[in-house]
């Protein structure tokens, strides 16, 4: 079985561009989150979807940020326009419905690094 | 105040030794804890989660889970030089839907 694949591993980009990050989570996963490390700092969480709808977008540093999951399978998420500081690596995870409190893991793909120049 | 708060080390320790991995976190109402192990430029894997007062056992790991003094760690036992990640702790929040909270981590170093 494929695990969360993300898309793409790198991308370096300038100051204003545009980048957008995709992830495929594990198939039948309804809970998607995506979070981000800067470097040295935890591992920061952004948003989380159930299905397509946001559950929690709490975690989302502005406006420049949008994050999207049509139909509940494969999520983007866009910087637009791209800052210095948006520079880290993204990590989408994705876990099965209703869990509970005894479990709830976090299946995590290897990230996305984005190096805004 | 850091919500979920680990010490970044790196801790060093010799092949074949226990290795003690902390964590405290803020929220006192936290149900759920997890170790997550990173390798360099890889992907956080879960090792354990506990959520009950006391010992957990899974092979050469035991996580400790203390509620009232709002801690969780991380043993390693007979530790091996493949041992040597990043060890994330997790901590899911209460009202915070499924969301995980992480600790920046500490960085484990196995020497042979």
């Known amino acids: 079985e494929a695990g969360v694949t993300q898309f793409p591993s790198h991308s370096v980009i300038e100051k204003g561009q545009t980048v957008t990050l995709r992830c495929d989570p594990i198939?039948?996963?309804?809970?998607l989150y995506w979070y981000r490390r800067v470097m040295g700092k935890e591992i920061k969480f952004l948003l989380h979807?159930?299905?397509?709808?946001?559950?929690?977008e709490s975690g989302m540093p502005n406006n420049r940020f949008l994050a999207e999951r049509t139909g509940g399978t494969y999520s983007t998420l866009k910087v637009q326009p791209a800052e210095l500081e948006d520079s880290g690596v993204y990590f989408c995870?994705?876990?099965?419905?209703?869990?509970?409190?005894?479990?709830?893991?976090?299946?995590f793909g290897e990230g996305s690094r984005l190096t805004v120049l | 105040q850091k919500e979920v708060e680990q010490n970044s080390g790196p801790l060093s320790v010799p092949e074949g030794a226990i290795a003690s991995l902390n964590c405290t976190y803020s929220?006192?109402?936290?149900?759920?804890f997890f170790w997550y192990r990173q390798y360099s430029g890889k992907s956080p894997e879960l090792i354990m989660f506990?959520?009950?007062?006391g010992d957990k056992e899974d092979g050469r790991f035991t996580a400790q889970l203390n509620k009232a003094s709002q801690y969780v760690s991380l043993l390693i036992r007979d530790s091996q030089p493949s041992d040597s990640a990043t060890y994330l702790c997790?901590?899911?929040?209460?009202?915070?839907?499924?969301?995980?909270?992480f600790g920046a981590g500490t960085r484990l170093a196995v020497h042979p």
């Open positions: 995870a994705s876990s099965q419905e209703g869990q509970g409190l005894n479990t709830g893991e976090l299946f």
């Open positions: 198939s039948g996963h309804d809970n």
């Open positions: 979807f159930v299905k397509e709808s946001k559950q929690d």
């Open positions: 929220d006192r109402g936290s149900q759920s």
């Open positions: 506990i959520y009950s007062n």
């Open positions: 997790a901590v899911r929040f209460s009202g915070g839907y499924n969301k995980l909270i």
